[in-house]
């Protein structure tokens, strides 16, 4: 195993860590991880999501499914004993890089740990799983936003600042 690759290359059904399961999303986690999506943006923005963008939860299952049935996307889950603790996204970007040079790319998202769980490595592993997802699918690249919080943790990953910009409209 090199040095950038983790134990969970080729990981389609699930493993034990630490007590912890990582696993593919089943259909019955949708109402749980929105759950976990809700409080992840009253953390970080500090405001009730359901209220300010009505109807996001069944966008959300539907941006989701769609890629998951194609095989454009992974949804991973962290679970401890019944409890869902944690989740991570990627999906496969679609730029003039991978249309027209087949540089495919990933955008890796919704990574969050229940607060009382943090600092345990899990948030770690369902990143790895996403970089292992990507990496499988061809992807030269993963790319993500982070919250100053989450900072250090992709640092740990091997992620650093690029050169792209961001203008607001």
């Known amino acids: 195993m090199s ?10 059904r699930g493993k034990i860590v630490d007590g912890v399961l990582y696993r593919d999303i089943a ?21 009730d999501i359901d209220p300010k963008h009505p109807g996001w939860r069944q966008r959300f299952v539907r941006f989701y499914r769609e890629r998951l049935q194609d095989d454009r996307a992974a949804f991973f889950i962290a679970q401890a004993g019944p409890d869902t603790i ?8 679609a730029n003039h890089r991978s249309e027209i040079f087949g540089q495919q790319s990933a955008y890796i998202s919704n990574v969050y740990v229940k607060p009382a769980l943090r600092r345990k490595g899990i948030a770690l592993q369902l ?5 292992d997802w990507a990496r499988s ?9 982070s919250s100053p919080m989450g900072r250090p ?11 792209e910009m961001e203008l607001g409209l």
Request: glycine content about 12%.
């Open 137 to 145: 699918r061809g992807c030269i690249v993963a790319r993500l936003r």
């Open 86 to 93: 944690g989740m991570a996204t990627v999906y496969l970007l």
């Open 27 to 47: 259909e019955q986690d949708w109402p749980t991880v929105l759950g976990l999506r809700a409080d992840m943006v009253d953390e970080i923005d500090g405001f």
């Open 153 to 163: 943790l992709y640092v740990k990953a091997g992620f650093g600042p690029t050169e």
């Open 3 to 12: 040095g950038t690759e983790s134990a969970f290359s080729g990981l389609p």
């Open 127 to 131: 990143t790895f799983m996403t970089v």
